[in-house]
Protein backbone atom coordinates (compact mmCIF):
# COMPACT_ATOMS: atom_id res chain seq x y z
CA UNK A 1 0.00 0.00 0.00
CA UNK A 2 2.52 2.27 0.91
CA UNK A 3 4.93 1.50 -2.23
CA UNK A 4 1.70 2.26 -4.28
CA UNK A 5 1.72 -1.41 -5.79
CA UNK A 6 -2.05 -2.35 -5.09
CA UNK A 7 -5.17 -1.13 -4.17
CA UNK A 8 -7.06 -2.16 -1.09
CA UNK A 9 -10.38 -2.24 1.22
CA UNK A 10 -10.27 -2.99 4.35
CA UNK A 11 -13.49 -4.84 5.69
CA UNK A 12 -14.69 -5.90 8.92
CA UNK A 13 -15.56 -9.91 9.41
CA UNK A 14 -19.28 -9.41 9.95
CA UNK A 15 -20.61 -11.02 6.69
CA UNK A 16 -23.55 -8.17 6.48
CA UNK A 17 -21.17 -5.67 6.67
CA UNK A 18 -18.56 -7.29 3.97
CA UNK A 19 -21.82 -7.24 1.69
CA UNK A 20 -22.58 -3.73 2.49
CA UNK A 21 -19.23 -1.94 1.76
CA UNK A 22 -18.46 -4.42 -1.55
CA UNK A 23 -21.72 -3.29 -2.85
CA UNK A 24 -21.02 0.24 -1.95
CA UNK A 25 -17.51 0.38 -2.84
CA UNK A 26 -17.45 -1.50 -5.93
CA UNK A 27 -14.82 -3.81 -4.77
CA UNK A 28 -13.91 -5.85 -7.85
CA UNK A 29 -13.94 -3.48 -10.01
CA UNK A 30 -11.71 -1.01 -12.01
CA UNK A 31 -10.07 2.13 -10.27
CA UNK A 32 -7.75 4.74 -10.13
CA UNK A 33 -4.02 4.11 -10.87
CA UNK A 34 -2.94 6.02 -7.78
CA UNK A 35 -5.47 4.95 -5.45
CA UNK A 36 -4.13 2.45 -2.90
CA UNK A 37 -7.23 2.25 -0.10
CA UNK A 38 -10.45 2.65 -0.09
CA UNK A 39 -11.49 3.18 3.83
CA UNK A 40 -14.80 3.18 5.17
CA UNK A 41 -16.41 6.43 7.19
CA UNK A 42 -17.88 5.55 10.28
CA UNK A 43 -21.53 6.10 8.54
CA UNK A 44 -23.44 8.17 11.05
CA UNK A 45 -25.81 9.04 8.93
CA UNK A 46 -26.59 5.58 6.90
CA UNK A 47 -24.20 3.76 4.21
CA UNK A 48 -20.69 4.45 5.24
CA UNK A 49 -18.64 6.14 2.25
CA UNK A 50 -15.31 4.83 1.05
CA UNK A 51 -12.57 7.77 1.36
CA UNK A 52 -9.99 7.15 -1.46
CA UNK A 53 -6.36 7.50 -0.35
CA UNK A 54 -3.16 7.39 -2.06
CA UNK A 55 0.58 6.46 -0.87
CA UNK A 56 1.27 9.95 -0.78
CA UNK A 57 -2.06 10.69 1.08
CA UNK A 58 -0.87 8.08 3.47
CA UNK A 59 2.92 8.58 3.48
CA UNK A 60 2.34 12.35 4.44
CA UNK A 61 -0.26 11.31 7.51
CA UNK A 62 2.48 9.13 8.58
CA UNK A 63 5.66 11.84 8.34
CA UNK A 64 3.73 14.34 10.12
CA UNK A 65 2.55 12.34 12.67
CA UNK A 66 6.54 11.40 13.31
CA UNK A 67 7.47 14.64 13.23
CA UNK A 68 4.52 16.15 15.69
CA UNK A 69 5.41 13.36 17.77
CA UNK A 70 9.33 13.71 18.12
CA UNK A 71 10.86 11.06 15.87
CA UNK A 72 9.51 7.69 14.02
CA UNK A 73 9.14 4.73 16.65
CA UNK A 74 7.40 1.09 16.89
CA UNK A 75 3.35 0.94 17.36
CA UNK A 76 1.25 -1.39 18.82
CA UNK A 77 -1.83 -2.00 17.45
CA UNK A 78 -4.92 -2.15 20.05
CA UNK A 79 -7.75 -0.72 17.26
CA UNK A 80 -9.54 -2.82 14.98
CA UNK A 81 -7.87 -2.34 11.32
CA UNK A 82 -10.41 -1.53 8.95
CA UNK A 83 -10.98 2.01 10.34
CA UNK A 84 -8.28 4.34 9.82
CA UNK A 85 -7.67 4.62 13.25
CA UNK A 86 -6.06 1.21 13.33
CA UNK A 87 -5.03 1.07 10.14
CA UNK A 88 -2.96 4.02 10.56
CA UNK A 89 -1.20 2.49 13.54
CA UNK A 90 0.27 -0.32 11.37
CA UNK A 91 1.16 2.11 8.77
CA UNK A 92 3.18 4.42 10.56
CA UNK A 93 5.13 1.63 12.18
CA UNK A 94 5.79 0.27 8.80
CA UNK A 95 6.64 3.32 7.27
CA UNK A 96 9.36 3.78 9.97
CA UNK A 97 10.46 0.54 9.62
CA UNK A 98 8.89 -1.53 12.08
CA UNK A 99 6.91 -4.44 11.98
CA UNK A 100 3.58 -3.46 14.64
CA UNK A 101 2.65 -5.32 17.50
CA UNK A 102 -0.75 -6.33 17.42
CA UNK A 103 -3.00 -6.53 20.33
CA UNK A 104 -5.97 -9.92 19.95
CA UNK A 105 -9.04 -8.22 20.20
CA UNK A 106 -10.94 -11.18 19.52
CA UNK A 107 -12.45 -11.87 23.14
CA UNK A 108 -12.34 -7.76 23.85
CA UNK A 109 -10.07 -5.46 25.32
CA UNK A 110 -8.26 -6.75 28.17
CA UNK A 111 -5.82 -4.01 30.06
CA UNK A 112 -3.48 -7.06 31.30
CA UNK A 113 -3.23 -8.23 28.12
CA UNK A 114 -2.55 -4.42 26.84
CA UNK A 115 -0.34 -3.67 29.46
CA UNK A 116 1.58 -7.30 28.11
CA UNK A 117 1.80 -6.06 24.52
CA UNK A 118 3.08 -2.57 25.42
CA UNK A 119 6.35 -4.07 27.72
CA UNK A 120 6.99 -6.29 25.07
CA UNK A 121 6.91 -3.31 22.34
CA UNK A 122 10.55 -2.52 21.09
CA UNK A 123 11.51 0.36 19.00
CA UNK A 124 13.59 3.36 19.39
CA UNK A 125 10.29 5.12 20.09
CA UNK A 126 6.74 3.52 21.27
CA UNK A 127 3.32 4.71 20.43
CA UNK A 128 -0.16 3.04 20.78
CA UNK A 129 -3.44 4.52 19.98
CA UNK A 130 -6.76 4.10 21.96
CA UNK A 131 -10.21 4.96 22.28
CA UNK A 132 -11.96 6.43 25.31
CA UNK A 133 -13.63 3.54 26.33
CA UNK A 134 -10.58 1.53 26.35
CA UNK A 135 -8.58 4.41 27.88
CA UNK A 136 -11.32 3.85 30.69
CA UNK A 137 -10.68 0.28 31.12
CA UNK A 138 -6.95 0.65 30.97
CA UNK A 139 -6.78 3.42 33.76
CA UNK A 140 -8.80 0.80 35.90
CA UNK A 141 -6.04 -1.35 35.81
CA UNK A 142 -2.50 -0.72 37.71
CA UNK A 143 -0.61 -2.50 35.25
CA UNK A 144 -1.85 -1.07 32.46
CA UNK A 145 -1.31 2.73 33.55
CA UNK A 146 2.12 1.84 33.99
CA UNK A 147 2.88 0.53 30.96
CA UNK A 148 1.50 3.61 29.62
CA UNK A 149 3.57 5.95 31.65
CA UNK A 150 6.81 4.46 29.92
CA UNK A 151 5.62 5.53 26.00
CA UNK A 152 6.32 8.20 24.39
CA UNK A 153 2.92 8.83 23.13
CA UNK A 154 -0.76 7.53 23.56
CA UNK A 155 -3.30 8.79 21.40
CA UNK A 156 -6.34 8.90 21.69
CA UNK A 157 -9.79 9.84 19.34
CA UNK A 158 -12.25 8.39 17.36
CA UNK A 159 -14.84 10.03 20.07
CA UNK A 160 -14.34 12.48 21.99
CA UNK A 161 -12.59 12.27 25.56
CA UNK A 162 -14.58 13.39 28.77
CA UNK A 163 -12.68 16.16 30.53
CA UNK A 164 -12.65 14.25 34.21
CA UNK A 165 -11.10 11.09 32.09
CA UNK A 166 -8.54 13.05 30.73
CA UNK A 167 -7.30 14.89 33.73
CA UNK A 168 -6.92 11.14 35.39
CA UNK A 169 -4.56 10.10 32.24
CA UNK A 170 -2.63 13.06 32.89
CA UNK A 171 -2.51 13.35 36.89
CA UNK A 172 -1.37 9.81 36.39
CA UNK A 173 1.87 10.44 33.78
CA UNK A 174 0.43 9.09 30.66
CA UNK A 175 1.99 11.03 28.11
CA UNK A 176 -1.53 11.70 26.19
CA UNK A 177 -2.19 13.36 22.82
CA UNK A 178 -5.82 13.98 21.89
CA UNK A 179 -6.39 12.99 17.94
CA UNK A 180 -8.72 14.86 16.07
CA UNK A 181 -9.56 13.43 12.29
CA UNK A 182 -11.11 11.07 9.79
CA UNK A 183 -11.41 8.76 7.04
CA UNK A 184 -11.31 12.04 4.79
CA UNK A 185 -8.11 13.20 6.20
CA UNK A 186 -6.36 9.36 6.78
CA UNK A 187 -6.96 9.93 10.33
CA UNK A 188 -5.57 12.40 12.83
CA UNK A 189 -4.26 15.78 11.65
CA UNK A 190 -5.05 18.03 14.32
CA UNK A 191 -3.33 17.14 17.45
CA UNK A 192 -4.42 18.53 20.73
CA UNK A 193 -6.23 21.52 18.76
CA UNK A 194 -2.94 22.10 16.66
CA UNK A 195 -2.58 21.11 12.88
CA UNK A 196 0.17 18.51 11.71
CA UNK A 197 2.10 20.41 9.22
CA UNK A 198 1.04 20.92 6.27
CA UNK A 199 -2.51 21.04 7.99
CA UNK A 200 -4.90 24.28 7.45
CA UNK A 201 -8.10 24.79 9.48
CA UNK A 202 -10.71 26.77 8.02
CA UNK A 203 -14.13 27.87 9.48
CA UNK A 204 -16.70 27.99 7.02
CA UNK A 205 -19.93 30.14 7.75
CA UNK A 206 -18.88 31.38 11.10
CA UNK A 207 -21.32 33.00 13.51
CA UNK A 208 -21.04 35.72 16.08
CA UNK A 209 -19.45 33.46 18.49
CA UNK A 210 -17.00 31.77 16.01
CA UNK A 211 -18.31 28.83 15.41
CA UNK A 212 -18.95 27.58 11.77
CA UNK A 213 -18.07 24.36 9.61
CA UNK A 214 -14.72 23.05 10.25
CA UNK A 215 -12.72 22.54 6.53
CA UNK A 216 -9.47 20.55 6.78
CA UNK A 217 -6.79 20.78 3.93
CA UNK A 218 -3.29 18.98 4.03
CA UNK A 219 -1.15 16.51 1.67
CA UNK A 220 -3.16 13.78 3.27
CA UNK A 221 -6.85 14.54 2.80
CA UNK A 222 -8.54 11.84 0.17
CA UNK A 223 -8.96 12.22 -3.15
CA UNK A 224 -12.81 12.08 -2.77
CA UNK A 225 -14.94 8.81 -2.33
CA UNK A 226 -15.51 6.39 -4.22
CA UNK A 227 -18.06 6.19 -6.74
CA UNK A 228 -19.11 9.38 -5.56
CA UNK A 229 -17.13 11.70 -7.47
CA UNK A 230 -18.89 15.45 -7.30
CA UNK A 231 -19.34 15.10 -3.57
CA UNK A 232 -19.73 18.41 -2.16
CA UNK A 233 -17.01 17.71 0.95
CA UNK A 234 -14.40 17.75 -1.56
CA UNK A 235 -15.42 20.28 -3.67
CA UNK A 236 -11.91 22.24 -3.28
CA UNK A 237 -9.10 19.66 -4.13
CA UNK A 238 -6.98 18.88 -1.51
CA UNK A 239 -9.70 20.36 0.87
CA UNK A 240 -12.30 18.16 2.87
CA UNK A 241 -15.46 20.05 4.46
CA UNK A 242 -16.49 18.10 8.13
CA UNK A 243 -19.87 17.82 9.49
CA UNK A 244 -18.13 18.72 12.43
CA UNK A 245 -18.94 22.49 14.24
CA UNK A 246 -16.06 24.62 15.93
CA UNK A 247 -13.86 27.09 16.30
CA UNK A 248 -9.97 27.93 16.68
CA UNK A 249 -9.22 30.40 19.35
CA UNK A 250 -5.66 31.41 19.50
CA UNK A 251 -4.52 29.12 16.99
CA UNK A 252 -6.37 25.84 19.04
CA UNK A 253 -9.02 23.83 17.32
CA UNK A 254 -11.80 23.65 19.16
CA UNK A 255 -14.75 21.03 17.76
CA UNK A 256 -18.15 21.87 19.56
CA UNK A 257 -20.15 19.44 18.00
CA UNK A 258 -21.76 18.10 14.50
CA UNK A 259 -24.14 19.56 12.54
CA UNK A 260 -25.64 16.77 11.36
CA UNK A 261 -26.43 16.22 14.79
CA UNK A 262 -28.11 18.95 16.28
CA UNK A 263 -31.68 18.82 18.12
CA UNK A 264 -34.07 21.15 17.37
CA UNK A 265 -36.40 21.74 20.18
CA UNK A 266 -39.26 24.56 20.49
CA UNK A 267 -37.79 26.10 17.69
CA UNK A 268 -34.51 26.63 19.02
CA UNK A 269 -31.00 24.32 18.60
CA UNK A 270 -29.46 22.44 21.42
CA UNK A 271 -25.89 20.54 20.30
CA UNK A 272 -25.89 17.75 21.98
CA UNK A 273 -22.02 17.58 22.83
CA UNK A 274 -22.24 20.69 24.41
CA UNK A 275 -24.39 19.45 26.89
CA UNK A 276 -22.83 16.49 27.45
CA UNK A 277 -19.98 18.16 28.49
CA UNK A 278 -21.82 19.47 31.65
CA UNK A 279 -23.34 16.25 32.23
CA UNK A 280 -19.76 14.45 32.28
CA UNK A 281 -19.25 16.55 35.25
CA UNK A 282 -21.20 14.68 37.24
CA UNK A 283 -19.17 12.55 39.33
CA UNK A 284 -21.87 10.03 39.07
CA UNK A 285 -21.82 9.50 35.34
CA UNK A 286 -18.93 7.38 33.71
CA UNK A 287 -20.41 8.14 29.92
CA UNK A 288 -23.31 9.79 28.50
CA UNK A 289 -24.86 10.81 24.73
CA UNK A 290 -27.53 12.83 24.57
CA UNK A 291 -30.44 12.56 21.37
CA UNK A 292 -33.40 14.38 20.18
CA UNK A 293 -35.88 12.11 20.39
CA UNK A 294 -39.80 13.17 18.10
CA UNK A 295 -42.01 14.96 20.67
CA UNK A 296 -45.08 16.41 19.24
CA UNK A 297 -45.40 19.22 20.72
CA UNK A 298 -41.65 20.55 20.83
CA UNK A 299 -40.90 18.62 17.72
CA UNK A 300 -37.58 17.05 19.36
CA UNK A 301 -37.00 16.71 23.01
CA UNK A 302 -33.84 16.70 24.37
CA UNK A 303 -33.03 13.13 26.04
CA UNK A 304 -30.18 12.12 28.19
CA UNK A 305 -28.62 8.57 28.13
CA UNK A 306 -26.09 7.84 30.95
CA UNK A 307 -23.86 5.00 32.13
CA UNK A 308 -23.23 5.45 35.69
CA UNK A 309 -19.68 5.37 37.00
CA UNK A 310 -19.01 1.99 38.99
CA UNK A 311 -20.69 1.83 42.85
CA UNK A 312 -22.84 5.22 41.77
CA UNK A 313 -26.45 6.54 41.30
CA UNK A 314 -27.06 9.17 39.16
CA UNK A 315 -29.59 11.71 40.10
CA UNK A 316 -31.84 13.01 37.41
CA UNK A 317 -32.58 16.10 38.83
CA UNK A 318 -29.00 17.36 39.57
CA UNK A 319 -28.17 16.54 36.33
CA UNK A 320 -31.02 18.25 34.89
CA UNK A 321 -30.54 21.49 37.18
CA UNK A 322 -26.95 21.71 36.76
CA UNK A 323 -27.63 21.84 32.54
CA UNK A 324 -30.00 24.68 33.33
CA UNK A 325 -27.59 26.26 35.04
CA UNK A 326 -24.97 26.21 32.58
CA UNK A 327 -27.00 26.61 29.48
CA UNK A 328 -30.51 27.63 30.09
CA UNK A 329 -33.91 25.74 30.61
CA UNK A 330 -34.46 24.61 26.46
CA UNK A 331 -31.32 22.59 26.71
CA UNK A 332 -32.39 20.74 29.67
CA UNK A 333 -32.72 16.80 29.36
CA UNK A 334 -36.29 16.40 29.57
CA UNK A 335 -35.51 12.31 30.63
CA UNK A 336 -32.66 11.10 32.03
CA UNK A 337 -32.18 7.34 31.22
CA UNK A 338 -29.89 5.41 32.83
CA UNK A 339 -27.83 2.08 30.74
CA UNK A 340 -25.26 -0.14 31.47
CA UNK A 341 -23.54 0.54 28.27
CA UNK A 342 -23.49 3.02 25.20
CA UNK A 343 -23.99 1.18 21.91
CA UNK A 344 -20.86 2.26 19.85
CA UNK A 345 -20.32 2.62 16.16
CA UNK A 346 -16.56 2.37 14.24
CA UNK A 347 -13.94 3.05 16.50
CA UNK A 348 -15.96 4.08 19.79
CA UNK A 349 -17.91 6.61 18.40
CA UNK A 350 -21.65 6.43 20.04
CA UNK A 351 -24.15 5.46 18.02
CA UNK A 352 -26.54 8.14 18.43
CA UNK A 353 -29.37 6.15 15.41
CA UNK A 354 -28.95 3.54 17.80
CA UNK A 355 -29.71 5.66 20.73
CA UNK A 356 -32.91 7.36 19.11
CA UNK A 357 -34.31 4.30 18.03
CA UNK A 358 -35.02 3.01 21.86
CA UNK A 359 -37.43 5.72 21.95
CA UNK A 360 -39.47 5.24 19.02
Not at 81 to 108: E, K, N, Y
Not at 125 to 152: E, F, H
Request: glycine share 12%.
Amino acid sequence: MLAGEASFAPVPDDPREQELLTGAFGIGTGIDDDVVLVIATSGSTGTPKGSQHTAATLTASAQATATHLGGPGAWLLALPPHHIAGLQVLLRSLAAGFTPAVLDLAAGFHPDAFADALEALDGPRRYTSLVPTQLRKALDSPRAVAALTGVDALLVGGAATPPALLHKAIDAGIPLVRTYGMSETAGGCVYDGIPLDGVQIEIVDAGPDGVGRVSLSGPMVAHGYRLLPDHPAFAHARSFRTDDLGRVVDGVLQITGRADEAISTGGLTVVPQVVEAVIADDPAVAECAVVGVADERLGEKVVAVVVPAPGMTVDAHRIQDAVTDRLGRYATPREVVTVAALPLRGPGKIDRRALRTQFD
